[in-house]
């Protein structure tokens, strides 16, 4: 499971296009809470790309600057909508694996359904926010919402 869940991960980043900013070799990933389907996240991103993950808490996110990405793992619903809320208007891909319905505000909702990974994308998340998502990731994933 860890590796299809870094590969599912490595590849909607490689989708996600940053604005004002050129392509770098690699990106920051900033974890919140305890992520449901690996404990060894280390995002596989085709091609020349990188992500460099940082563990961090729900308080200690919102004085960075460089967190390109924020993965959002088991967690109170509080930090949960203060992080959510804080991310809205600013150029972070944010993605979870506690959220399969894909309703609390994160843009990618990975899930382990019979056994296979999948995950939603949620089309409101995403076009709030200055990220353009190719539209070619949603044949990769599992639906939307």
């Known amino acids: 499971m860890t590796r299809a869940v870094n590969r599912m991960v490595g590849g909607i980043v490689s989708y996600a296009r940053w604005p004002n900013a050129p392509a770098p070799t690699g990106r920051v990933m900033c974890m919140v809470g305890t992520p449901r389907l690996t404990d060894r996240m280390a995002p596989d991103v085709p091609g020349t790309g990188s992500v460099v993950v940082r563990r961090l808490t729900a308080e200690a996110i919102t004085t960075r600057t460089d967190c390109d990405i924020l993965f959002l793992g088991r967690m109170p619903v509080a930090d949960r909508r203060q992080l959510i809320a804080w991310v809205r208007g600013r150029p972070i891909l944010t993605i979870t694996d506690d959220d399969a319905a894909c309703i609390y505000g994160a843009m990618f909702c990975l899930s382990n359904r019979a056994a296979s990974l999948s995950f939603s994308v ?24």
Do not use: T
Request: overall charge positive; charged content about 30%.
């Open 122 to 145: 949620n089309l409101d998340a995403i076009g709030r926010g200055p990220l353009r998502i190719d539209p070619r990731v949603l044949r990769i994933g599992g639906g939307e919402s």
